[in-house]
């Protein structure tokens, strides 16, 4: 396969997964008393939101990245 052809395949992906998910969520810890020996932590989850425009822009690098690959010699 055709270095073009595969990136065009990875960004179609990824726009998949952009439009599906509509975001990245990841789990942090963060401090909330630390009293000498005594420390407490707590667990909070975040999101990074995805634009549906980021989908749209990679589906569309990735099917012409296809085409072009697919009609060079």
């Known amino acids: 396969m055709k270095p073009q ?3 065009g ?5 990824i726009a998949v997964f952009a439009f599906a998910y509509q975001g990245i969520s990841y789990t942090s810890k ?4 630390d009293l000498g020996p005594l420390q407490m932590t707590a667990e ?3 999101t990074f939101p995805l634009p549906p425009v980021v989908g749209g ?3 569309v690098g990735g099917i012409v990245l296809l085409i072009m690959g697919s009609r060079r010699n």
């Open 30 to 33: 963060e401090k909330v008393i």
């Open 9 to 13: 395949v990875v960004l179609i992906v």
């Open 44 to 46: 909070k989850t975040k």
């Open 57 to 59: 822009v990679a589906l």
């Open 5 to 7: 052809m595969l990136l």
